[in-house]
């Protein structure tokens, strides 16, 4: 049974920082790229990262570029995001999920397990 775990998520002001984990268990992760999304309140699901199996070329977001990193540890089946220079519109449910590819994509459709996601709020 795959599952994904994400935690760090919580309450930072604007300007801040946090770093999201997602342990993962039951799946070979070395061979899954990893993403992170997001969704806001009344808002459609959308792309944030992606990092593929190798942990080599990492994907972003335009919204995200320069300011969130993604990496991975494959010894210990564990992605993470870390986020920096928050902003209130970056106030969302942030999922990770896994595609079994390995590519790394920031189409919703490719990725086949997903998080129960970790909330996220930036005040201003």
């Known amino acids: 049974q795959v599952q994904l775990v994400e935690s760090g998520g919580g309450l930072v002001q604007a300007g801040g920082s946090l770093r999201l984990s997602c342990a993962a268990s039951g799946l070979t992760f070395s061979r899954h790229a990893m993403g992170w999304f997001r969704q806001a309140p009344g808002k459609e699901r959308e792309f944030v990262a992606a990092v593929p199996w190798s942990g080599g070329s990492t994907y972003y977001a335009k919204s995200v570029t320069g300011r969130f990193t993604i990496s991975r540890d494959n010894a210990k089946n564990t992605v993470y995001l870390q986020m920096n220079s928050l902003k209130p519109e970056d106030t969302a449910v942030y999922y990770c999920?896994?595609?079994?590819?390995?590519?790394?994509?920031?189409?919703?459709?490719?990725?086949?397990?997903w998080g129960q996601g970790t909330q996220v709020t930036v005040s201003s």
């Open positions: 999920a896994a595609d079994w590819s390995g590519r790394g994509t920031s189409s919703r459709s490719e990725y086949e397990y």
